[in-house]
């Protein structure tokens, strides 16, 4: 595999997706966990938007190291270290992709052991680091356009 341009449709739909799955978790009755869980649904939905999101933030990774750099990854965590070693995630950044894989993990695997009140913690107060990890990309891609294709 030989390196080559990265697709910015690619990295913009995700974005777009991430974005749009913060959205739908803002949407959520998030001021009391009492409020949270008066429907049921919120739950889910807020798992769900939390984990695709998750899984999008991986997949921009995944995407750069693949297509920019010709590194195949097999494991969530591997591609925060490998951004990190080539300078596309600072040393913070890396941690928290690395946090967001580990999450994403307890989500799929381990969903019997995430709490409701948890997640919504989670939701209420820690979307912010999504937000990091979106601009953290943005701030690459913007800072490095000879890396990017415009082709579908």
Request: aromatic fraction near 8%.
């Amino acid at each position: 595999m030989t390196p080559g341009l990265i697709s910015k449709k690619v990295i913009a739909d995700r974005l777009d997706l991430v974005e749009r799955m913060i959205g739908e978790i803002e949407s959520l009755p998030l001021s009391s966990f009492k409020e949270f869980m008066g429907d049921r649904r919120n739950l889910w939905t807020a798992e769900s938007c939390l984990r695709r999101s998750i899984e999008a933030l991986l997949d921009i990774g995944r995407h750069i190291l693949a297509k920019g750099f010709a590194i195949g990854v097999s494991e969530y965590k591997e591609i925060a270290l490998r951004l990190g070693e080539l300078g596309i995630l600072s040393p913070s950044e890396v941690e928290l992709l690395k946090i967001l894989a580990g999450y994403r993990n307890r989500l799929v695997h381990f969903y019997h052991e995430v709490g409701e009140e948890e997640l919504f913690r989670i939701c209420k107060d820690q979307l912010g680091d999504l937000r990091k990890m979106r601009e953290a990309y943005i701030r690459w891609g913007k800072n490095h356009p000879e890396k990017m294709s415009e082709r579908f």
